[in-house]
């Protein structure tokens, strides 16, 4: 599915007992439509939780200059999935599959719109299924937002390093 011709979703549009969230494998080129969609309008992200805080363009461009290096070097490892609900584009979610094991949560955005409680869990379900568990993500440490959804969802922070300009990652397990 071309990421162009998405509609966006209208927040406040009422969430049905069963909910339209849905993840498409898509290919790499598709990707940058979806992570614009999961960082627009949230203003906390572009400017304090993003590792290099900026205008939505510039936040995006960052985020795809890091995809694109990492997609070059997992090649067919790597996984890039629209998502949706009710078939509108709310983000994206990247994954890298691990032989062996554990898998990794590598990138993701949700709208600021739709990032209800009951998106997220849902969400984090449908990665479950995607990649197994357990799993792992990084994170930036400044990106507490992320790490506090994280933990209350049952990771652990398992280690801090320092990579870049001395900038500190999380690293976060899910057992299985």
């Given at each position: 599915?071309n990421?162009?011709?998405q509609?966006?979703?209208?927040?406040?549009?009422?969430l049905?007992?069963?909910?339209?969230?849905k993840?498409?494998?898509i290919n790499?080129?598709?990707i940058?439509f979806?992570?614009?969609?999961?960082?627009?309008?949230?203003e906390?992200?572009?400017?304090?939780?993003?590792?290099?805080?900026?205008t939505l363009?510039h936040c995006?461009?960052?985020?795809?200059?890091?995809?694109?290096?990492?997609a070059d070097?997992?090649?067919?490892d790597i996984e890039?999935?629209?998502?949706?609900?009710?078939?509108?584009?709310?983000?994206y979610?990247?994954?890298?599959?691990n032989?062996?094991?554990?898998?990794?949560?590598y990138?993701f955005?949700i709208n600021?719109?739709?990032?209800?409680?009951?998106i997220?869990?849902?969400?984090?379900?449908?990665?479950?299924?995607?990649?197994?568990?357990p799993y792992y993500?990084?994170?930036?440490?400044?990106?507490?937002?992320?790490i506090n959804?994280?933990?209350r969802?049952g990771?652990?922070i398992?280690?801090?390093?320092?990579?870049?300009?001395?900038?500190t990652?999380?690293?976060?397990?899910c057992?299985?």
């Amino acid at each position: 599915m071309n990421g162009a011709s998405q509609g966006t979703l209208n927040s406040s549009k009422k969430l049905s007992t069963k909910m339209e969230l849905k993840f498409e494998k898509i290919n790499r080129e598709e990707i940058a439509f979806h992570v614009r969609r999961g960082f627009e309008g949230d203003e906390k992200l572009l400017n304090k939780y993003h590792i290099s805080p900026g205008t939505l363009e510039h936040c995006v461009d960052d985020t795809m200059k890091f995809i694109n290096e990492n997609a070059d070097f997992y090649k067919e490892d790597i996984e890039f999935y629209s998502v949706t609900l009710y078939g509108a584009s709310i983000g994206y979610t990247i994954v890298i599959k691990n032989d062996p094991r554990p898998n990794e949560l590598y990138s993701f955005g949700i709208n600021i719109e739709q990032r209800t409680e009951e998106i997220r869990k849902v969400w984090l379900s449908e990665v479950e299924k995607i990649i197994g568990k357990p799993y792992y993500i990084v994170l930036w440490s400044k990106n507490t937002r992320a790490i506090n959804f994280f933990e209350r969802n049952g990771f652990l922070i398992t280690r801090n390093s320092k990579l870049l300009n001395d900038e500190t990652k999380t690293l976060i397990v899910c057992q299985s």
